[in-house]
C-alpha cells in the first residue's frame, strides 16, 4: 500500500483509524505466529509496519489540516 492508494490518500479519520486498526491486529497476529515459529512470511510483518506508519502519517496530515 502506498501514500497515493486511495485507500489511505481519499479515507476519512474514521476509515483510517479502523485500518489501522485492522493493519495492528494483523501485526500482533503475525508476532504470535513469529514467537511460535509458525510465520511463513516474516517480510509481511516489515510491509505491515510500513503501512501502519503511512497510515498514521495521513491522520495526522488530517489533523494538522483541521486545527488550521
Not at 30 to 58: F, G, H, M, N, Y
Amino acid at each position: 500500500m502506498k501514500m497515493s492508494d486511495p485507500k489511505i490518500k481519499d479515507a476519512s479519520m474514521g476509515e483510517l483509524t479502523a485500518l489501522g486498526r485492522d493493519l495492528r491486529q494483523e501485526m500482533f497476529n503475525l508476532r504470535l505466529q513469529q514467537a511460535s515459529s509458525q510465520l511463513e512470511k516474516p517480510s509481511r510483518l516489515r510491509i505491515l509496519r510500513k503501512d501502519v506508519a503511512r497510515v498514521e502519517t495521513q491522520i495526522s496530515q488530517l489533523r494538522n489540516k483541521a486545527a488550521k
